[in-house]
């Protein structure tokens, strides 16, 4: 599966622009729920990041697109999840 942006898109209104990798209009919009892992083994030491997007995905092509949000997105910049002390 990959996800990767869309170009231009508007996931939290109704309105989803055409498809980054292939430019196919057809595409819908889903619920997502999400784990995000840290690759690796040290990624074993590190926090599973959860979120539940809209998920937008591509009917010609497969390509899904979602945004993180923010407490979830400093989470992996820092590889540490401040509300858990163990995190
Ligand atoms: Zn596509």
């Known amino acids: 599966m990959t996800i990767l942006s869309w170009r231009g898109h508007r996931m939290r ?24 892992h840290f690759t690796g083994l040290a990624g074993l030491n590190k926090p599973i990041v959860w979120v539940f997007p809209p998920v937008a995905v591509c009917f010609h092509c497969g ?9 979830e997105l400093e989470v ?10 163990c995190g």
């Open 76 to 85: 992996l910049k820092t590889g540490q999840n401040g509300n858990d002390p």
């Open 63 to 71: 390509l899904a697109g979602f945004e993180v949000p923010a407490e």
């Open 13 to 36: 209104g109704e309105q989803l622009s055409s498809c980054e990798r292939c430019g196919a209009e057809r595409r819908g919009k889903f619920n997502g729920e999400i784990a995000i």
